[in-house]
Each structure stands twice: as structure tokens, then as C-alpha cells.
């Protein structure tokens, strides 16, 4: 079985502090992670994806991730939270057990930064 | 260029009713997505497109739910004698390719069963 864990329903960040999402996944497989974002009235957005190659990856809007295997970890973060950021991130895992594919979002952290 | 376009925006219906959503992906994308999200339940994915094919529809809810694809290109998501819990917004999402692509979301449907 497969499943993906976000630690934390809501972060608060003060603008200009650093971001640290977190995201915990289990698999019997080699996953593909994504982190995907969505911001007030409009559509998911992905952020960044791994997928086997470099374990640390670097996405959209000056964020980063790093595949820990050992720590079945991917979290999320950014050096310095702007105020633009507060939103919705959603940690995804893929995989394919049997040929086909499936897609296991997990619950959603929603980051609120603050003035 | 055009992004993926979902239709209706928001969907009204009674209990009982059968309702069709409608995604028209991006132009030249072979896969094409389904999801479902609600309050309290987070994002559930219920099916995928390769092609018109999908390989596997154990990610739909229920038997009221079914899913087609023609001309591999629009997809619509046909909901049997609606159930108040078929209440969420529904997306979709399509990318060049099945696997590990980018996937790109439509702003979703919205659906009210009342």
C-alpha cells in the first residue's frame, strides 16, 4: 500500500522567515513525489517533482525539496516566506503497483504568512 | 496557449438526478485525469485516460459514477442519481503523457446536490 502524510494542517510563517512543509510518504516502490499548490479561486499548480534523479529538486517561486529515502520524507521549503505564498500545498506520491497508475494527494497544508 | 477548460463551472441538482461534467484537456495531451475534492475528505483521484482507454476504474466511487473519453480528446464524467456526498468540485487534470508529466488542472467543477 501506498499513502502520503502532511504533518501539519495549517503553518503560520512570518514574511521573510523560512517555510518547512512537511510530507512523509509509504511505498513498496520507488515513488515519483510531486508538491502541487493552490492558491484562493484558482487551480492546482505544480511546484516541483522527483523523480529518481537528484534527490534534492528545485521548483517554482524559490522552492525546494529533498528525497530522504531513509526518512521516507520530501518535505517542502523555501528560504524566505513572501506574503504571495500563503496557499494551499498538496504533497502527491504516483506510483504503479500493477501497470497502472495511481495519484494519492495528501491532505493539504495551508500556509498562512503573516505581515 | 489554452489551458484545460471544465464545464459547467457550478452544477445545481436534486438528489436523484444524473449529471454530465465535461473537460476539454490541453491541445495534443494523450492523458487526461479525474478528481474529486471535498471538504474534509482532500483531494481523491478517481480516474485516469491513456489515449480513450482508461486501465483502471477502481477509483470510482461507485457504480453511479462512469467516465468516458472519445477522440482522445474531451472526457466527460457522468454522475447516475446523485447522492448529497457526490457534493465536492471535481477536476480535472491532463498531461502529455501518463507517468511522471506535469499534470495541468482545470479550475473544476463545482457540484451542489441538493
Known amino acids: 500500500a501506498q499513502s502520503v502524510t502532511q504533518l501539519d494542517s495549517h503553518v503560520s510563517v512570518s514574511e521573510g522567515t523560512p517555510v518547512l512543509l512537511r510530507c512523509n510518504y509509504s511505498?513498496?516502490?520507488?515513488?515519483?513525489l510531486f508538491w502541487y499548490v493552490q492558491h484562493p479561486n484558482k487551480g492546482l499548480q505544480l511546484l516541483l517533482k522527483y523523480t529518481s534523479a537528484a534527490t534534492l529538486v528545485k521548483g517554482i517561486n524559490g522552492f525546494e525539496a529533498e528525497f530522504k529515502k531513509s526518512e521516507t520524507s520530501f518535505h517542502l521549503t523555501k528560504p524566505s516566506a513572501h506574503m504571495s505564498d500563503a496557499a494551499e500545498y498538496f504533497c502527491v506520491v504516483s506510483k504503479r503497483p500493477s501497470g497502472t497508475y495511481k495519484y494519492i494527494f495528501g491532505t493539504g497544508t495551508r500556509l498562512k504568512v503573516l505581515a | 496557449g489554452a489551458g484545460v477548460s471544465q464545464s459547467p463551472s457550478n452544477k445545481v441538482t436534486e438528489k436523484g438526478k444524473d449529471v454530465e461534467l465535461r473537460c476539454d484537456p490541453i491541445s495534443g495531451h494523450t492523458a487526461l485525469y479525474w478528481y474529486r475534492q471535498s471538504l474534509g475528505q482532500g483531494l481523491e483521484f478517481l480516474i485516469y485516460f491513456q489515449g480513450n482507454s482508461a486501465p483502471d476504474k477502481s477509483g470510482l466511487p461507485s457504480d453511479r459514477f462512469s467516465a468516458e473519453r472519445t477522440g482522445g480528446s474531451v472526457s466527460t464524467l457522468t454522475i447516475q442519481r446523485t447522492q448529497q456526498e457526490d457534493s465536492a468540485v471535481y477536476l480535472c487534470a491532463s498531461s502529455p503523457e501518463v507517468s511522471t508529466d506535469t499534470q495541468y488542472f482545470g479550475p473544476g467543477t463545482r457540484l451542489t446536490v441538493l
Open positions: 511505498s513498496s516502490y520507488s515513488p515519483s
